[in-house]
């Protein structure tokens, strides 16, 4: 072999072996690391949901959660203060819920004044189709057993609990209607409201004194089952 042919092979081998190790370099690529900045911790994260607290409280919360152990809820409307009385004492005894229909527009005293007959209660009861709106959202969902309360209105009950009973679905629910007025009885309150409902099982409405005592109470509760 010349000397010229040894340097020529030398040559050769030097520049094959560079070429290879720029190959290898491009086939790994580094492995990104991220900068310290860039690593952030988890923040304001509960460890258990029991951390997250309610922000309702009383009938307002339990209304939408009820309980398994208390299906029954006392439903009421009333103006002046009365049946609400009797409804916290069926409450008190029974352990259910208490939730109030509450009007959009509230009665005054002018607007409950009987003995005109063109303020807006008698008015409202002399006009069969009359639904005063309701500004609060009563949930149902959950309960067995309504207790229904309201004042008579000229033999009647107040149109807002037609507008109530209309726009609930009572299926599988029994409703304990009752009332309170000056002297008037019942009647068939209970009965038409079934009937405006359409769904739910609809008992007949009692009325019941505003200074009942809980015995007598306790009675009658006893005998709505
Ligand atoms: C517009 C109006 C009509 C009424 N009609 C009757 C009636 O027909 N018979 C009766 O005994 N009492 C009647 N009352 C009296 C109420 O039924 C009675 O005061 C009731 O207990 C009021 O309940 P509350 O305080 O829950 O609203 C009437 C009251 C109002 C305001």
């Known amino acids: 072999m010349s000397r010229k042919l040894i340097i020529v092979m030398l040559v050769a081998g030097m520049l094959v072996s ?13 492995t990104p690391v991220p900068a310290a900045a860039d690593v952030q911790e988890p923040q304001n994260v509960p460890a258990t949901a029991q951390e997250i607290k309610p922000t309702q409280t009383g009938a307002e919360k339990t209304m939408r959660e009820p309980s398994r152990e208390n299906t029954a809820v006392v ?20 352990g259910a819920e208490l939730a109030e ?7 005054t005293a ?35 057993t309504v207790y229904l309360g ?5 033999g009647q009950a107040p ?3 037609s507008s109530f009973v209309e726009s609930h679905d009572f299926t ?17 309150t209970g009965e038409a409201l079934g009937e405006q409902a359409g769904t739910g ?16 109470l306790q009675n009658w509760i006893d005998k709505q089952k």
Do not use: H
Not at 79 to 89: F, H, Q, Y
Not at 101 to 107: D, H, M, N, R, S
């Open 75 to 94: 439903v009421f409307f009333s103006a002046t203060g009365t049946t609400r009385g009797v409804a916290e004492k069926i409450a008190a005894l029974t």
């Open 110 to 144: 002018e607007d409950l004044d009987y003995n005109d007959g063109t303020t807006r209660a008698t008015v409202e009861q002399n006009t069969p189709d009359a639904r005063p709106e309701i500004a609060n959202d009563i949930d149902l969902s959950g309960y067995t």
């Open 172 to 188: 599988g629910m029994t409703v304990i209607p009752f009332c309170t007025s000056a002297s008037s009885g019942a009647g068939r």
């Open 159 to 161: 149109r807002i609990l």
């Open 101 to 107: 229909i509450v009007p959009a527009q509230l009665y």
């Open 18 to 30: 560079a070429g290879c190790g720029s190959i290898q370099a491009q086939a790994v690529p580094a």
């Open 201 to 216: 099982t609809f008992l007949s409405s009692t009325r019941l004194s505003a200074g009942i005592s809980d015995a007598d």
């Open 150 to 154: 309201y004042p008579i209105w000229w």
